[in-house]
C-alpha cells in the first residue's frame, strides 16, 4: 500500500504539474534538402519552449521521456524508432522492453549512452529537467519540448510537431482527422440527451484526505464539455483540492474516480465515506472508477477516454 500510495501522489503531482504549465506547438520554419519519408530534412520545428531546433536527418534513435510523447510516437509508426523512455510508460505493452531512463528525474547520463538523435521533452517537466535538457544539448543531441494540452486542439498540436520533428507528419494528419472524426460522432451521439438528463459529474483525480478533482481549463473538463456534462467544480480553475464537506454540498448525480490502478476499490471506498451518504451519486450508486491514462494522458487515446466517460455517466445512451 505504501508503494500505491506513493505513486498515487506522484501521479496528482504530474497532474497538476501538466496542467499548471502550458506552451503550444509552432509550424516549422523551414523544410529543405533531402526527402526522407514525407518531410524534407534538415528541418526546423519551433517547439513548446519557442526554441527552433534543427533535425539534420530523420531520426532513427529517439528516447521519449514522458507516456503521451511515446504513446504518440508509437501511433505514428516509430516503435522500433523508440530506445528509450520513462519509468512511467506502460503502453503499448512492448513499451516495457524498452531502456528506461527515468521518471520526473531523468537519467541523463542514461539517455547520452543511448546515443539518441532526438529526445522528445515535454513542457510539463520543465521545472525539473530543465537543466538535464541543457546538458543533452549540450552534448549536440536535439531536444523538442512538447507542449501541454488543456483541450483537444493542444493534443493535435502535439502529435502534429511530434510528426514534423520525425518525418512523419503525413502519418500525424491522418491520425488526427481520425480522432476528429470519432469525437464528432460522440458529440452528436451526446445532443441526443435531453437538458433535464445532463449530469452534474464530480471527477476526484486523489482520494481523501487529499482531494483533487478536475475543474475548469483542465483537459478533463473538456471532455466533459464534449458529452455535455456538467462539472460540479467548474467554479474552480485547474487542478484544485477539496474538503469532503464542499463536495458534499455540491451533491454530484455521478462521481468519476481516476485512480484505482493505485487504489484498489476506489469506487466502494467513495461508496463508503459516512459523510457522502446522502449525496446523490452515493445514493444511487452511481460511482465509477476510469482508466486514469486514457484520461490524464494527451496523446492519441484520449479518444477512448471521452468514451469511457461518456459510457459511465450516459449508460443509456452510449453503452448501446
Not at 506547438?25 to 518531410?39: M, V
Not at 528516447?63 to 512511467?88: F, K, M, Q, R
Not at 503502453?91 to 529526445?119: F, R
Not at 469525437?183 to 483533487?212: C, D, H, M, Q
Request: charged share 25%; hydrophobic share 40%.
Amino acid at each position: 500500500m505504501k508503494v500505491g500510495k506513493f505513486m498515487l501522489r506522484w501521479l496528482v503531482t504530474l497532474i497538476i504539474m501538466i496542467g499548471i504549465m502550458a506552451g503550444c506547438a509552432a509550424e516549422p520554419k523551414k523544410e529543405s534538402e533531402q526527402i526522407q519519408g514525407n518531410t524534407a530534412f534538415p528541418i526546423t520545428v519551433t517547439d513548446a519552449m519557442n526554441k527552433e531546433v534543427t533535425i539534420e536527418k530523420k531520426p532513427k534513435r529517439i528516447v521519449s521521456l514522458i507516456p503521451s510523447n511515446t504513446e504518440i510516437a508509437y501511433v505514428l509508426g516509430l516503435e522500433n524508432e523508440i530506445v528509450g523512455v520513462s519509468d512511467n510508460d506502460n503502453y503499448p505493452e512492448s513499451v516495457n522492453k524498452k531502456e528506461k531512463v527515468g521518471g520526473m528525474e531523468v537519467n541523463i547520463e542514461k539517455v547520452i549512452s543511448l546515443q539518441p538523435d532526438l529526445v522528445l521533452a515535454h513542457a510539463s517537466a520543465m521545472g525539473t529537467s530543465k537543466e538535464g535538457l541543457q546538458q543533452l544539448e549540450s552534448a549536440g543531441i536535439p531536444v523538442v519540448v512538447v507542449n501541454n494540452a488543456d483541450n483537444f486542439e493542444d493534443v493535435y498540436k502535439s502529435i502534429q510537431l511530434i510528426g514534423k520533428a520525425t518525418g512523419t507528419s503525413d502519418k500525424a494528419a491522418t491520425v488526427i482527422q481520425d480522432m476528429k472524426d470519432k469525437l464528432a460522432g460522440i458529440e452528436e451521439k451526446a445532443k441526443t440527451i435531453e437538458e433535464s438528463k445532463r449530469a452534474n459529474v464530480w471527477i476526484e483525480v486523489s482520494p481523501a484526505p487529499e482531494i483533487y478533482t478536475a475543474a475548469k481549463g483542465t483537459f478533463m473538463n473538456a471532455m466533459l464539455e464534449v458529452i455535455g456534462a456538467k462539472n460540479t467544480a467548474s467554479s474552480k480553475e485547474g487542478w484544485v483540492q477539496f474538503t469532503e464537506e464542499e463536495v458534499v454540498k455540491l451533491n454530484p448525480d455521478v462521481i468519476i474516480t481516476t485512480y484505482g490502478y493505485y487504489v484498489p476499490n476506489a469506487s466502494e471506498q467513495v461508496m463508503n465515506r459516512p459523510a457522502w451518504k446522502n449525496v446523490t451519486a452515493v445514493k444511487e450508486k452511481k460511482v465509477y472508477d476510469v482508466n486514469s491514462d486514457l484520461v490524464t494522458r494527451p496523446g492519441p487515446r484520449v479518444i477512448e477516454g471521452v468514451e469511457d466517460l461518456a459510457k459511465a455517466i450516459y449508460p443509456d445512451t452510449f453503452n448501446k
